[in-house]
């Protein structure tokens, strides 16, 4: 083809210029033949109750066309916002739907989170490594970012937050570390919001898959009892996303923010902008879904599934990468976090020779707004089965063999 | 309560200083007792065939789980984008999978082309009455506005849109006037894009609500054709936003935008750190739809209601309001837009005062991204029926005089 593009010569907004998209690149890495995906964050199929699920959806059209067919409000359906209130309410924190709002999905939380807090240059302080999504999310509000270290203590913790427009955590199983946040932590991370008066931001996709026993508690309920219990509903500094996903099914898109009032109110101006609001069909589904119990019904199994699959990529980690990798068993989640013993290791080209040996891992760079940490790689054990897994790690292991020959 | 509140002190973006919302205004209204609301643009929830969408919803499910339950492509469902590029494919213009991007609601359309396409202050030449959610999705990136008043010549064009990042227009039925943009304009607006290089929005939520005959040709078609026809898949300045949301139901989220190849990748980045995917659910249904010819189906049924509210509107309208307002009978569409012959008739004020008599309307200032234009008024005929139309006009007709009055 010779003939000049008829393409507009205007270039694309300026963050286009300094984005990634490995996301795309591991999508696109599925299609290779025989690949062993172990980069991305997905659920296995078989944990969806698909049954269950087509017996709500046509339901729910019968049951409430207008509802589920028709614009519904800008801030959600009205008895989900109820319903979700009233499970996240507890003798601590006291919920009502003025601080609930659903999103189309986890990610529409965090786009809308950047929309509403951030101009360019703002400050966050991500909790690092940071999960991609997010960076993904905020990039197009141009932001900085601040490396807030949950390893350290109260004090570190004010010296980030100070200044940041919010601070971005993952207490549970955080992505892509894995690691839970352990109570005293999340305390100082609650006194360091209130020191500042900087929002904190909890999000939580992972608290339903703990496979080795409780959680401590959320940041949400830990901030309304801070500095001492409020009466009334919530009116702190946490700002909790919760999403369907992980716990019943991804397709559905569903999500939810709580927060103070008028942080929602905010959020309603951003969210009418963006998609006018959440489809009626799939708020309807997400109700009934909570209302009949159904995410306690499948976690069970779905936490025996994956216990197993982690146990299984521990141990393939511990008969053929332990000579070149340190990692920690996650108590939950969907990751294993591997930091490579010499720094100059250097997992992007690991992750290309990877693909070449038919298997996908994340690189830590994508983690890091600056690209700049090149010794880690994420690992799934929620979507193959335990013989994948192993193969899986021999690949990565041969692939780990041909970069350090070079 | 004295107590001090825990919220944190930042502010937040600067866009939300300078927001309207007259679209919650809206909603709130809807919860007047007794109230007639002809100010959205919704549809009549008798049009939605409720029962084959339920049956629809079922079957997907039960057929596509792993589809309709799990993640999916960032780009939308394969086979739902090559229905599309099929369906939009003509003599003129030739489209792939690759022109096309599925998007959750024409809404998020116009949200992602903003974000791909502007930085702070960049210029949008939009048609000038503008679609309030447009302004809405766009006012996060701070662009200013130049008025594109289809009612000039392509000189006029080619001044207004050079140096503007794209030229937004809603050529049939435009939200709020009604108007549909005859094929001479619409051949000046492609003429005027490729000599300026300006991309070309072409926002089609109401093409098939036409009650009084054919349409003229798309600018997607026109463009093709310009200067020359061009050979292989559509490369041209058009971007085509097209929605389910009028045609069939709103409730589904599900819209589609259809552009060249390089705007399409652009767009990805966007919608993945948007919502990362829309619903398999609701796009997989839409796959269904389209290829049962649901929409065929409903079509004629959908005209024969809304042609009739709208001519009983129109009566209305001549019996009561015709002293102090002018307006033109639209061919399609949703809305009848009216002008005051006394431009000093605010209709602000004349929006508050008819919330007391009991009927809610769109003010024009809505529709003008500087909140000037004040003398016009939207007046919806899809949700009501005729004598809750002629109703609502007589009380309006009550409020102007209550206005003028003083």
């Given amino acids: 083809m010779t003939t000049p593009s008829p393409l507009p010569s205007q270039t694309f907004a300026s963050w286009l210029e300094d984005t990634n998209d490995i996301t795309?690149?591991?999508?696109?890495?599925g299609q290779i033949p025989g690949l062993i995906n172990i980069a991305g964050g997905l659920p296995d199929p078989q944990?969806?109750?698909?049954?269950?699920?087509?017996?709500?959806?046509?339901?729910?059209?019968?049951d409430f066309p207008a509802e589920t067919l028709g614009y519904g409000p800008l801030d959600g359906l009205p008895e989900l916002r109820a319903v979700i209130a009233q499970q996240y309410s507890s003798d601590h924190v006291q919920l009502t739907p003025e601080n609930v709002l659903i999103t189309t999905s986890g990610m529409q939380g965090l786009d809308l989170l950047g929309k509403v807090l951030l101009d360019e240059g703002d400050i966050v302080a991500g909790q690092?490594?940071?999960?991609?999504?997010?960076?993904?999310?905020?990039?197009?509000?141009?932001?900085?970012?601040?490396?807030?270290l949950l390893q350290s203590n109260a004090l570190d913790f004010?010296?980030?937050?100070?200044?940041?427009?919010?601070?971005?955590?993952?207490?549970?199983?955080?992505?892509?570390?894995?690691?839970?946040?352990?109570?005293?932590?999340?305390?100082?991370?609650?006194?360091?919001?209130?020191?500042?008066?900087?929002?904190?931001?909890e999000d939580d996709p992972y608290g339903g898959l703990n496979y080795d026993g409780p959680l401590p508690p959320r940041l949400l309920d830990l901030s309304a009892d801070h500095p001492t219990p409020q009466p009334g509903p919530y009116d702190g500094p946490v700002i909790y996303l919760g999403t369907l996903s992980?716990?019943?099914?991804?397709?559905?898109?569903?999500?939810?923010i709580i927060a103070a009032p008028a942080m929602i109110q905010a959020l309603i101006l951003a969210k009418q902008g963006s998609d006018m609001c959440t489809s009626g069909l799939t708020q309807r589904m997400a109700c009934e879904i909570l209302k009949a119990g159904l995410i306690e019904q499948v976690n069970p199994s779905m936490l025996n599934l994956y216990r197993k699959r982690r146990d299984a990529?521990?141990?393939?980690?511990?008969?053929?990468?332990?000579?070149?990798f340190d990692w920690d068993v996650p108590e939950g989640g969907m990751f294993v976090?591997?930091?490579?013993?010499?720094?100059?290791?250097?997992?992007?080209?690991l992750f290309k020779i990877g693909l070449e040996e038919l298997v996908c891992v994340s690189p830590s760079s994508v983690f890091d707004a600056e690209g700049r940490f090149t010794h880690g790689l994420r690992l799934n054990f929620t979507?193959?089965?335990?013989?994948?897994?192993?193969?899986?790690?021999?690949?990565?292991?041969?692939?780990?063999?041909?970069?350090?020959?070079?």
Same sequence: chains 1, 2.
């Fill in 24 to 29: 795309k690149a591991f999508l696109a890495a």
């Fill in 47 to 62: 944990v969806y109750p698909a049954a269950q699920i087509a017996d709500i959806a046509a339901r729910a059209v019968t």
């Fill in 128 to 148: 690092f490594p940071t999960y991609l999504g997010a960076l993904d999310a905020w990039r197009p509000r141009k932001p900085s970012f601040r490396q807030l």
């Fill in 158 to 201: 004010v010296e980030t937050m100070r200044g940041a427009k919010f601070a971005y955590t993952v207490p549970n199983f955080s992505n892509p570390t894995g690691r839970l946040v352990p109570e005293s932590t999340r305390r100082a991370l609650v006194e360091a919001a209130a020191e500042t008066g900087t929002w904190l931001v």
């Fill in 246 to 256: 992980k716990l019943i099914a991804p397709g559905l898109r569903i999500g939810w």
């Fill in 313 to 324: 990529l521990c141990a393939a980690l511990d008969k053929h990468l332990s000579p070149w």
């Fill in 337 to 349: 976090w591997m930091t490579a013993k010499d720094k100059r290791l250097n997992t992007d080209d």
């Fill in 383 to 406: 979507l193959n089965d335990e013989s994948a897994l192993d193969e899986a790690v021999r690949r990565l292991a041969r692939a780990t063999v041909r970069l350090l020959r070079g």
